[in-house]
């Protein structure tokens, strides 16, 4: 190949990785700033309600007693003690009321996996409306176009490899990326070539990698995933999975795999979706598991390793699908919205337990329990099923161009999207005085340890990150991600991977945070 060629082809490739780290780059430029609702707080507030109860009588000027009423009353927010009783009865409610687990178990066990443009996922979307109709809401749908690829059958087998004892094969354990083009019915058979980084590809010679299968062995950071910050680890590999494909077709690969984008060590592949860039082929794209990438990257270090790469999923034409928007009505400002929500599609390998049926049950749990407890806060509380997160995002985008005028009433908005392991109390992205606001708040969710305080920068909810980007604040449970990515978009995202306790936990953070906010005084500061 000739020099102009093979630079222009660098070129490409490198234009595309720079799309990317916009797109796909998570949380690593993230300031994290935490504020514990201390327990001095908390006793600032007790007093206040003993003090709100207490004969009244003036203090002398400048007195402890009137520094402190000065204090607690700043500690008490836009909250009057009788909407903190309100709070804790929500948050114990949402404790032994098991309904948010029952209808998790129906949207996984009874509808199954997700993937949009599926007959379940328009089944899903059907449940859901009418659940939220018997709750005493007003449903809308809302039309949105989404992508419908189908996966087929996916196999990958090693014919040649150092050592091999003769007329044997080896089997890889392989999955298709969400999007991936399929190989002939027969496979592709083509020499694997292992590296760890896009520049370790870049810098091979073109001639060398044409034609071949090539696999983005990155390791998945455990260590990082381990002291809970299973996101991070994420973010780091994304775009391995996002453009690795089209890099490495870009490149003259005839195939992309890529190290599964997970901790677990069970050699489970974890899909996702890639995104095939413009003008460049598309290349069949799949994930394998971190075993078999480990033994890719053994074996080739010894001498030549061929695979045969069988992939036939199938990308028909996009088909109609729906948010689900249910809306309980605010008391006093009902054009105002304080939205909650959890994406309604999933995967296809496991049935979406964990990514994110539970986000969808922790807001339906919202409403469910006001329902319950018959609250009908100020604002309005607006639950919203979005559909296609996974997909490329397309409900969210759609929700964004249909309410565009309505957003300065959004007050906030709300989306649990990273499991329902324990949550340690709030994450939101704002401004720095968000955590003063909040902090009343906070204390009102420290009985169930969930009473941090966190700032974040990047948006890690994907599908209110627009929203954000307009200036509506948001926010999400601070959801323990330790064991999140061992069964995140693989065939293990199941229904037991749900713990009752942890899910309720997180349907109190939300749904007090969510009365919170729509029944205040005073809306949460927004950003600038
Ligand atoms: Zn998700």
């Not at 991070?232 to 992309?256: C, E, K, T």
């Amino acid at each position: 190949m000739s020099q102009p060629a093979e630079n222009t082809k660098k070129w490409q490739a490198v234009a595309l990785i720079r799309f990317f780290d916009r797109k796909g780059s998570y949380r690593k430029q993230s300031m994290k700033i935490r504020f514990l609702a201390s327990p001095i707080a908390a006793v600032f507030f007790v007093l206040n309600c003993w003090a709100q109860n207490a004969p009244a009588s003036t203090p002398p000027p400048n007195s402890f007693l009137e520094r402190l009423t000065t204090l607690t009353d700043s500690d008490s927010g836009p909250w009057t003690a009788e909407q903190f009783a309100t709070m804790g009865r929500i948050r114990d409610a949402a404790m032994t009321d098991p309904n948010a687990y029952n209808m998790l178990a129906h949207l996984t066990d009874n509808i199954g996996p997700r993937l949009s443009g599926s007959p379940q996922a328009e089944a899903a979307v059907l449940w859901v409306a009418a659940k939220m109709r018997e709750m005493g809401t007003s449903v809308t749908l809302e039309k949105t176009t989404v992508p419908h690829w189908v996966r087929g059958k996916e196999s990958a087998v090693l014919t040649v490899w150092p050592g091999m004892p003769p007329g044997t094969t080896q089997k890889i354990v392989v999955t298709a990326l969400g999007n991936s083009v399929s190989t002939s019915a027969d496979g592709l058979t083509a020499n694997v070539i292992v590296v760890s980084s896009f520049a370790e590809l870049r810098s091979l010679p073109v001639d060398e990698i044409k034609g071949k299968i090539v696999l983005f062995n990155r390791l998945f950071d455990k260590e990082l995933t381990a002291q809970g910050s299973g996101l991070d680890a994420y973010g780091q590999n994304i775009a391995y999975r996002g453009i690795g494909p089209s890099f490495g077709a870009s490149l003259g690969a005839a195939a992309v795999l890529v190290r599964s984008l997970g901790s677990g060590d069970f050699r489970l592949p974890h899909t996702g979706l890639t995104l095939y860039g413009e003008g460049v082929d598309k290349v069949p794209s799949a994930a394998i598991t971190a075993e078999d990438a480990d033994l890719l990257a053994r074996l080739s270090k010894q001498g030549p390793v061929t695979m045969r790469l069988t992939l036939t999923p199938k990308t028909l034409s996009p088909v109609s699908s729906y948010n689900v928007i249910a809306d309980w009505k605010g008391s006093e400002h009902p054009e105002e919205v304080v939205l909650v929500s959890g994406h309604l599609d999933s995967w296809d390998l496991g049935t979406g337990a964990i990514d994110d049926g539970a986000g969808v049950a922790i807001s339906m749990q919202t409403i469910h329990l006001l329902q319950l407890l018959n609250i009908h806060p100020k604002r309005t509380i607006r639950f919203v099923a979005w559909m296609n997160e996974e997909f490329g995002v397309s409900g969210a985008t759609t929700y964004l161009q249909e309410h565009a005028s309505e957003l300065t009433h959004h007050t906030a908005a709300l989306e649990s999207d990273l499991g329902c392991d324990h949550p340690t109390g709030l994450t939101f992205f704002g401004t720095p005085e968000v955590a003063r606001y909040l902090t009343p708040v906070a204390n009102a969710l420290a009985p169930i340890g969930a009473s941090v305080l966190t700032r974040s920068d990047e948006v890690t909810a994907e599908d209110i990150a627009g929203m954000v980007q307009l200036g509506v604040p948001g926010l999400t449970p601070s959801q323990d991600s330790r064991f999140y990515f061992n069964y995140h978009h693989s065939a293990a995202d199941t229904l037991d991977k749900v713990n009752v306790q942890q899910l309720n936990e997180n349907t109190a953070v939300m749904a007090v945070t969510a009365y919170a906010l729509a029944d205040a005084s005073e809306v949460i500061p927004r950003r600038k």
